[in-house]
T-cell receptor, first 113, second 110 residues
Framework: EAGVTQFPSHSVIEKGQTVTLRCDPI?????LYWYRRVMGKEIKFLLH????????ESGMPNNRFLAERTGGTYSTLKVQPAELEDSGVYFC???????????FGNGTRLTVT | GQSLEQPSEVTAVEGAIVQINCTYQ??????LSWYQQHDGGAPTFLSY????GLEETGRFSSFLSRSDSYGYLLLQELQMKDSASYFC???????????FGAGTRLFVKA
């Protein structure tokens, strides 16, 4: 089966600009998660979709971050406007059930200058 | 709050055994998992402990003690390719999110 794919792999933007990250989960996985890792720190939970519904968005830092999963397939995470502290690696993961292991993508490395 | 603690770095030699510890403090507990991440790659699932005791998968074993809020990952017959970051993770109650530690960077030397 194809794995979780994320696009782009890298993005360098200036403070104040907008960036949209995309995640394609494994086909048939209803659960989709976004995480972020800032260098050397924990892989921090951002939010969780079940199909197209937001199950838990308690980890979203603020209203500059907007995640969508229209149709319950791929998901996008938009940062607008970006700030310096938004830099990090953004991981997407999917799972078949909420008890199942997470399958991660390779991440998008976002650098805000 | 919820937190997981694990050492930041561990160094070992090829062929040796290494243990990576993890202590956690979470609101509720559904199980402890371990993930491996090579530089630039995706974290990949290694093991899961839902109950106390030892789970073995080839060269890797994982242990859990729920009463101590403690677990460890044991890597035997270390190989150079085992050099990677290892994350412990807990699925807590109050939702279905999985919470990760900061990772342990394992360096395997020849």
């Amino acid at each position: 089966e194809a794995g979780v794919t994320q696009f782009p792999s890298h993005s360098v933007i200036e403070k104040g600009q907008t960036v949209t990250l995309r995640c394609d989960p494994i086909s048939g996985h209803d659960n989709l998660y976004w995480y972020r890792r800032v260098m050397g720190k924990e892989i921090k939970f951002l939010l969780h979709f079940v199909k197209e519904s937001k199950q838990d968005e308690s980890g979203m830092p603020n209203n500059r971050f907007l995640a969508e999963r229209t149709g319950g397939t791929y998901s996008t995470l938009k940062v607008q406007p970006a700030e310096l502290e938004d830099s990090g690696v953004y991981f997407c993961a999917s799972s078949h059930g909420h008890n199942s292991p997470l399958h991660f993508g390779n991440g998008t490395r976002l650098t805000v200058t | 709050g919820q937190s997981l603690e694990q050492p930041s770095e561990v160094t070992a030699v090829e062929g040796a055994i290494v243990q990576i510890n993890c202590t956690y403090q979470t609101s509720g507990f559904y199980g402890l998992s371990w993930y491996q991440q090579h530089d630039g790659g995706a974290p990949t699932f290694l093991s899961y402990n839902g109950l106390d005791g030892l789970e073995e998968t080839g060269r890797f074993s994982s242990f859990l003690s729920r009463s101590d809020s403690y677990g460890y990952l044991l890597l035997q017959e270390l190989q150079m390719k085992d050099s990677a970051s290892y994350f412990c993770a807990v699925r807590a109650t109050g939702g279905f999110k999985t919470i990760f530690g900061a990772g342990t960077r394992l360096f395997v030397k020849a």
